[in-house]
């Protein structure tokens, strides 16, 4: 692992290429080591000087590994872009696929007294079951369930689940009562259809049907005559974009919910087949010319989940700042990857916004 510091940075742009179990594995690059000091600076004139010393608050990034290196770059260019908007100095530091725990010595060494990371689900765990004193971590990925946060750590994720609660308080707002789930048979897909189904019925609604996804065409007929048998309200997609545009015309006039994983930049063509879809996903693409985000680098990047992860990256930092204040608890906020709110068990619930698919583009929810 490398640290190194450097005067002013200038984002880079990410070469082709929600949650961040998603995004990395749709992200998996090599990537070189490295990591920096930013003191922050206005383009205006000159740099201003820090408000703080350059460890306070240090960034942990697996930016030295082979599978989970590009998702780091885009964490990493996400939280520099905030700190130089702050005029904020921050340490970076890299490490490799089995070396977190002597990157966080490294940090607590260097003084930082907030330390943001680590970003991937097992290193999270192995942080949290140290039982080291630390200062304040700011995980960027869930724990296993059953493995508690330890009382210094806290954790801000692009979780799916906040997605699928998302969708099941939305359907039934809107008055639905029965739903089915049509889901691919990936981890990732069953953790979304889980939650919405517990969110659902834990909102009142009757127990969903559960639908397998393939492409072959059979299995597509077969779906389109269990919906016409045994009718329901909504139909919830658990699948990536491409799989959405082929199961939509199947589930004919119900209403569709689906998760962010629907809105990877396709052509306004393809969009044009998944209309009045709903779907929720981050402020930073559903608004990407917001006010709030007018002083932040807002690269071209290659793909919307590197999108998330450098939005992830600025709200990070912003929360990394709130802790270097002194502000633990009580914090709520809109950010760029939703509407954040620290809950009791040291968790941000996030909200996204909640969007549709109309005439080939992206608006907001119940637009005519």
């Not at 740099?47 to 964490?75: D, E, F, K, W």
């Not at 921050?90 to 966080?104: K, R």
């Not at 765990?125 to 039982?131: C, F, L, R, S, W």
């Not at 396709?266 to 917001?290: C, G």
């Amino acid at each position: 692992m490398i640290a190194y510091r450097h005067r002013r940075r200038v984002l880079p742009r990410i070469a082709s290429a929600f949650f961040v179990a998603q995004v990395i594995a749709a992200c998996a690059h090599p990537a070189l080591s490295a990591a920096q000091t930013t003191p922050a600076r206005n383009d205006e004139g000159p740099a201003a000087p820090p408000r703080r010393s350059t460890a306070a608050i240090a960034l942990v990034l697996p930016l030295a590994s082979a599978t989970y290196g590009r998702a780091s770059l885009a964490v990493r260019d996400g939280f520099l872009a905030a700190a130089t908007a702050a005029n904020e100095q921050t340490l970076v530091i890299a490490h490799g696929d089995n070396d977190v725990e002597s990157a966080f010595e490294q940090a607590r060494e260097a003084g930082a007294r907030v330390i943001v990371g680590p970003l991937v689900r097992d290193d999270v765990k192995a942080i949290a079951v140290m039982g080291v004193e630390s200062p304040l971590v700011l995980a960027l990925n869930q724990v296993d369930e059953g493995v508690t946060l330890p009382a210094n750590m806290f954790a801000l994720t692009l979780a799916v689940e906040s997605d699928a609660r998302q969708l099941a308080r939305l359907a039934r707002d809107s008055g639905a009562r029965t739903a089915a789930v049509i889901s691919v048979d990936t981890p990732l897909q069953r953790r979304f259809a889980a939650a919405f189904a517990e969110t659902w019925m834990a909102q009142g609604g009757a127990a969903p049907i559960s639908l397998h996804f393939d492409r072959s065409p059979d299995t597509l007929i077969l779906l389109k005559r269990e919906l016409a048998r045994r009718p329901v309200d909504v139909a919830l997609l658990a699948v990536d974009s491409a799989d959405a545009v082929l199961v939509k015309p199947y589930v004919g006039t119900i209403a569709t919910y689906a998760g962010s994983t629907v809105n990877d930049r396709q052509p306004r063509e393809t969009l044009r087949e998944l209309e009045d879809l709903r779907f929720v996903d981050i402020p930073w693409l559903a608004n990407p010319d917001a006010r709030e985000f007018a002083r932040i680098a807002h690269p071209v990047l290659s793909s919307a989940p590197l999108d998330r992860l450098y939005a992830l990256g600025i709200d990070a930092f912003r929360v990394a700042q709130l802790f270097a204040d002194g502000r633990v608890d009580r914090i709520e906020f809109d950010g760029a990857t939703g509407h954040l709110t620290l809950d009791a068990t040291r968790q941000f619930m996030r909200e996204s916004r909640a969007l549709q698919f109309k005439g080939g583009l992206m608006v907001p929810a119940g637009s005519p």
